[in-house]
C-alpha cells in the first residue's frame, strides 16, 4: 500500500508542476503595450514576479495606475534572474534591445515574448533564431492582431470551407492619426521615432501586421519580391523616419497589399481577402463580412459578430504560458511562431531596401 501511494505521489508531481503559473518576468516598461500584460487577468496561468525597469520614474507611475509595490521593480536583468529564476520572460522595450534579452535568457532556457515585430532589422533576428534553437526556447512576437476572432474566422473560411476559393489578393490596413498626435506616453514616443531603436517608423510599427497576416495566410510562402514606397508626411512629428508605407507583395499567383501609416484620420487595423467567388472582410477585431459574387457586380452579403476566442487563445499572455507549460504546441508559421517572424522580417527587410533603391527586390525561393 505505500509503495502504491508513493507510486500515485509520484505521477502527480509533474501534473502539479505543470500546473502551477508560469514564473513571468517583465522586461522594460517603455511599450506601451506594457498596459495589457499587467491589466490582464492571469487566471492562474502565470504570475508576474519581477519587472526590470530602470526608470523609477516610469516604474512608479506604473505602480500607481495596477498597484504593485515597487519592491517588485529590478534595476538590471542580472537583479531579476538572481532574486527571482523567471521561467518566462515579457520585453516591453524599444525593438534594437529584443536582441540583447534573447542573448541574456536564451542560454538559462528561459523562453521570450516580444512585443511586434521580432528584431530591429534582419541581422538582428536572424541571431535570436539561432539562439533561441541552440537553447531550445520559445521564441514568441505578439500581434494584437493575432487574437482577433475575425482574422481566425476568415482563414477557417478560406482554408477549411474554402468559401470563396484561393486567395488572389489580400489588402491589410493598419495605423493611427501618428504617435505624437494621439499622445502616446514620452518614454515610448522618445524611442519609436528613432530609427536606430525602432528600426524605421511606420514600415516597422504597421507594416509587420500585413506582413504576419499574410506569411499566414500563404502558409509561410515568401512573397518572390518586394516592392515599397515610403513618405514622410509629417517632418514635425517624426523628422527621423517614415510615416506613410505601402508596401506591394507579388507571390506566384496572388498579391497582397499593406497600407502601414501614422497618418490615417481614424486608427484601424482591418483586411481584405478576395478570391475567385467571393470577398471577407475582417473590420476590427470581432466584425466579419462575407460577401460572394452573383452577376457581374451583385453580391450577397452576411455579416457576422464574433465573441472573443476561447482560452488560451484569447489572450496572448495565458497563451504564452500554454505553449511554456507545453499545453500549446506552436504550428509552424502560426501568427506567434519564429518561422513566420523571420519571414516578415525578411519582407520589412526588403521593403526598406526597395523604397531605398527605388526598385523591386526579389525574394530567394528556398
Same mark, same amino acid.
Given at each position: 500500500?505505500?509503495?502504491?501511494?508513493?507510486?500515485?505521489?509520484?505521477?502527480?508531481?509533474?501534473?502539479?508542476?505543470?500546473?502551477?503559473?508560469?514564473?513571468?518576468?517583465?522586461?522594460?516598461?517603455?511599450?506601451?503595450?506594457?498596459?495589457?500584460?499587467?491589466? @490582464?487577468?492571469?487566471?492562474?496561468?502565470?504570475?508576474?514576479?519581477?519587472?526590470?525597469?530602470?526608470?523609477?520614474?516610469?516604474?512608479?507611475?506604473?505602480?500607481?495606475?495596477?498597484?504593485?509595490?515597487?519592491?517588485?521593480?529590478?534595476?538590471?536583468?542580472?537583479?531579476?534572474?538572481?532574486?527571482?529564476?523567471?521561467?518566462?520572460?515579457? @520585453?516591453?522595450?524599444?525593438?534594437?534591445?529584443?536582441?540583447?534579452?534573447?542573448?541574456?535568457?536564451?542560454?538559462?532556457?528561459?523562453?521570450?515574448?516580444?512585443? &511586434?515585430?521580432?528584431?530591429?532589422?534582419?541581422?538582428? @533576428?536572424?541571431?535570436?533564431?539561432?539562439?533561441?534553437?541552440?537553447?531550445?526556447?520559445?521564441?514568441?512576437?505578439?500581434?494584437?492582431?493575432?487574437?482577433?476572432?475575425?482574422?481566425? &474566422?476568415?482563414?477557417?473560411?478560406?482554408?477549411?470551407?474554402?468559401?470563396?476559393?484561393?486567395?488572389?489578393?489580400?489588402?491589410?490596413?493598419?495605423?493611427?492619426?501618428?504617435? &505624437?498626435?494621439?499622445?502616446?506616453?514620452?518614454?515610448?514616443?522618445?524611442?519609436?521615432?528613432?530609427?536606430?531603436?525602432?528600426?524605421?517608423?511606420?514600415?516597422?510599427?504597421?507594416?509587420?501586421?500585413?506582413?504576419?497576416?499574410?506569411?499566414?495566410?500563404?502558409?509561410?510562402?515568401?512573397?518572390?519580391?518586394?516592392?515599397?514606397?515610403?513618405?514622410?508626411?509629417?517632418?514635425?512629428?517624426?523628422?527621423?523616419?517614415?510615416?506613410?508605407?505601402?508596401?506591394?507583395?507579388?507571390?506566384?499567383?496572388?498579391?497582397?497589399?499593406?497600407?502601414?501609416?501614422?497618418?490615417?484620420?481614424?486608427?484601424?487595423?482591418?483586411?481584405?481577402?478576395?478570391?475567385?467567388?467571393?470577398?471577407?472582410?475582417?473590420?476590427?477585431?470581432?466584425?466579419?463580412?462575407?460577401?460572394?459574387?452573383?452577376?457581374?457586380?451583385?453580391?450577397?452579403?452576411?455579416?457576422?459578430?464574433?465573441?472573443?476566442?476561447?482560452?488560451?487563445?484569447?489572450?496572448?499572455?495565458?497563451?504564452?504560458?500554454?505553449?511554456?507549460?507545453?499545453?500549446?504546441?506552436?504550428?509552424?508559421?502560426?501568427?506567434?511562431?519564429?518561422?513566420?517572424?523571420?519571414?516578415?522580417?525578411?519582407?520589412?527587410?526588403?521593403?526598406?531596401?526597395?523604397?531605398?533603391?527605388?526598385?523591386?527586390?526579389?525574394?530567394?525561393?528556398?
Amino acid at each position: 500500500m505505500k509503495l502504491f501511494l508513493l507510486a500515485i505521489q509520484l505521477l502527480t508531481i509533474p501534473l502539479l508542476a505543470q500546473s502551477s503559473p508560469v514564473k513571468l518576468g517583465i522586461i522594460s516598461l517603455t511599450h506601451a503595450h506594457a498596459h495589457g500584460l499587467l491589466s @490582464a487577468d492571469p487566471k492562474g496561468t502565470y504570475e508576474i514576479v519581477g519587472i526590470v525597469e530602470p526608470n523609477r520614474e516610469v516604474a512608479s507611475r506604473y505602480s500607481k495606475q495596477y498597484g504593485f509595490t515597487m519592491d517588485l521593480v529590478y534595476p538590471t536583468t542580472d537583479a531579476l534572474i538572481a532574486a527571482k529564476h523567471p521561467a518566462a520572460v515579457a @520585453a516591453f522595450g524599444n525593438i534594437y534591445d529584443h536582441l540583447a534579452i534573447v542573448e541574456t535568457f536564451a542560454p538559462l532556457g528561459v523562453h521570450v515574448m516580444v512585443e &511586434k515585430p521580432l528584431a530591429v532589422n534582419l541581422e538582428h @533576428a536572424t541571431k535570436m533564431a539561432a539562439l533561441a534553437k541552440q537553447h531550445n526556447i520559445h521564441l514568441l512576437t505578439n500581434y494584437e492582431t493575432t487574437w482577433y476572432p475575425s482574422n481566425h &474566422k476568415a482563414y477557417e473560411l478560406l482554408k477549411r470551407d474554402s468559401l470563396i476559393g484561393s486567395i488572389s489578393k489580400v489588402i491589410v490596413r493598419d495605423g493611427h492619426r501618428g504617435p &505624437k498626435r494621439i499622445g502616446v506616453e514620452p518614454e515610448f514616443l522618445e524611442w519609436l521615432t528613432d530609427p536606430n531603436l525602432n528600426g524605421g517608423g511606420a514600415v516597422i510599427d504597421f507594416g509587420c501586421y500585413g506582413a504576419n497576416l499574410m506569411t499566414w495566410l500563404m502558409d509561410g510562402r515568401k512573397p518572390t519580391a518586394v516592392t515599397a514606397v515610403l513618405q514622410q508626411q509629417q517632418p514635425e512629428n517624426n523628422p527621423k523616419v517614415d510615416d506613410e508605407a505601402l508596401i506591394l507583395l507579388t507571390y506566384d499567383k496572388a498579391v497582397a497589399v499593406i497600407e502601414a501609416s501614422w497618418n490615417w484620420p481614424i486608427g484601424r487595423k482591418d483586411m481584405e481577402i478576395y478570391g475567385q467567388t467571393g470577398a471577407l472582410y475582417a473590420d476590427n477585431r470581432r466584425d466579419l463580412r462575407i460577401r460572394m459574387a452573383k452577376g457581374y457586380d451583385g453580391y450577397t452579403e452576411e455579416r457576422l459578430s464574433l465573441e472573443d476566442r476561447k482560452p488560451p487563445y484569447d489572450d496572448p499572455y495565458r497563451f504564452f504560458a500554454a505553449v511554456v507549460k507545453g499545453e500549446v504546441t506552436l504550428q509552424p508559421y502560426d501568427l506567434s511562431s519564429l518561422e513566420n517572424n523571420l519571414v516578415v522580417m525578411e519582407i520589412l527587410d526588403a521593403a526598406i531596401r526597395s523604397a531605398e533603391s527605388g526598385s523591386t527586390v526579389r525574394l530567394v525561393k528556398e
